[in-house]
């Protein structure tokens, strides 16, 4: 494979570029680097033969089309996004700009640059995977899950800026025959993710010693998957995925956020033990809720496991554990940004 990977210095994003390297792809990253976005998360790649960087904004359709025609790719897959709710509440422009009108320049470029493949065989080839979340369906109840048959209700600006941008791949696939394709995720967590996210900003302060603000009761649920599955599922899905579908990507993990919190709290203090400071839940703080908070969300994957034959291998507990010993080793790491999320957020609370 040869591909193009917008958005591949952030979290999910450089994950994958590991992953593709590993099975032997070249790769091309694009990344706009802005603040979640670090060369850092590719430093273990940097020197790799197979791999090249390009720093640029999807929304430079004169970039994109140099790269394209420099690079030729064989897919594109389009992880470059505005992602945290609590910003998109404060700064919808900005989740607009990039999640919908940078997806329009993408997949104009990348139609233009798929029409004019000298080859038959290279137009067949051609993949264009668009990365998404399951805040796109809006909230659900108390029993059940989303499903690729699920309508669309996005409640906040971030959710919304996202299912505008899956309209106009699904558009562009139904208008232009583009070879286009859509994987939804549910929420992931892992190393390298940045401290505005509630997982490793929960790691953090607890490591800190500081108060775990939590919106609400807590009580929200949400269903965690390790980035690493999710990688390893987004690169069945580019291979082998049938041109014009959705999958939901997911590993059955729903957790209230004040259980993941307490969790988080338990590991650091059996990882990192402060003797007569008392058990960390003690700095899980419930604080009011956010605007539009939505209560559940959960997948099913199952038309991903059934027709790809995909499952999660790293289990919940097992992945949290290794997450909360990654940055207790990485300190350097998260240590120079860690202001910088809380400058960015201005908020009293951690959220997914």
């Given at each position: ?215 609400g009761d807590g009580a929200q649920i949400r269903d965690w998957i390790h980035v690493d599955d999710h990688v390893t599922a987004l690169l069945e899905i580019l291979q082998r995925g049938e041109l014009g579908q959705s999958y939901l990507v997911g590993a059955r993990n729903e957790r209230k956020n004040i259980d993941v919190a307490a969790a988080i709290c338990d590991i650091v203090d059996e990882l990192c033990p402060r003797s007569g400071q008392g058990a960390r839940r003690r700095l899980i703080a419930l604080v ?65």
């Amino acid at each position: 494979m040869r591909v193009l990977v917008t958005g591949g210095a952030g979290f999910i994003g450089s994950a994958f570029v590991r992953a593709a390297l590993a099975q032997g792809a070249h790769v091309c990253t694009l990344d706009k680097l802005t603040y979640a976005g670090r060369l850092s998360n590719l430093e273990e790649v940097s020197d790799h033969p197979r791999r090249q960087f390009v720093r640029g904004d999807i929304n430079d359709a004169h970039l994109v089309a140099d790269v394209l025609r420099s690079f030729a790719p064989d897919s594109i897959v389009n992880f470059a996004a505005e992602t945290h709710v609590d910003r998109s509440i404060t700064d919808a422009a900005a989740f607009v700009h990039t999640n919908v009108q940078g997806v329009h320049t993408l997949l104009d470029a990348a139609l233009r640059y798929w029409e004019r493949l000298p080859e038959t065989a290279a137009r067949a080839r051609f993949r264009f995977l668009q990365i998404s979340t399951d805040e796109v369906f809006g909230a659900l109840g108390p029993i059940g899950a989303f499903t690729e048959a699920t309508p669309y209700a996005p409640r906040s600006p971030y959710a919304a800026s996202k299912a505008a941008g899956d309209h106009l791949v699904r558009a562009w696939r139904h208008t232009y025959n583009l070879p286009a394709m859509i994987a939804i995720s549910s929420n992931n967590y892992g190393p390298r993710q940045f401290p505005e996210k509630f997982i490793p900003m929960a790691i953090i302060n607890a490591i800190e010693e500081e108060p775990i603000g939590l919106y609400g009761d807590g009580a929200q649920i949400r269903d965690w998957i390790h980035v690493d599955d999710h990688v390893t599922a987004l690169l069945e899905i580019l291979q082998r995925g049938e041109l014009g579908q959705s999958y939901l990507v997911g590993a059955r993990n729903e957790r209230k956020n004040i259980d993941v919190a307490a969790a988080i709290c338990d590991i650091v203090d059996e990882l990192c033990p402060r003797s007569g400071q008392g058990a960390r839940r003690r700095l899980i703080a419930l604080v009011p809720d956010r605007p539009g908070h939505d209560r559940r969300y959960a997948v099913d994957c199952a038309k991903l496991e059934r027709t790809l034959g995909w499952r999660a291998a790293v289990g919940f507990e097992q992945g949290l554990r290794q997450t909360v010993a990654w940055y207790l080793a990485h300190r350097d790491w998260w240590a120079p940004v860690k202001g910088v999320a809380s400058k960015r957020l201005g908020m009293r609370a951690v959220a997914e």
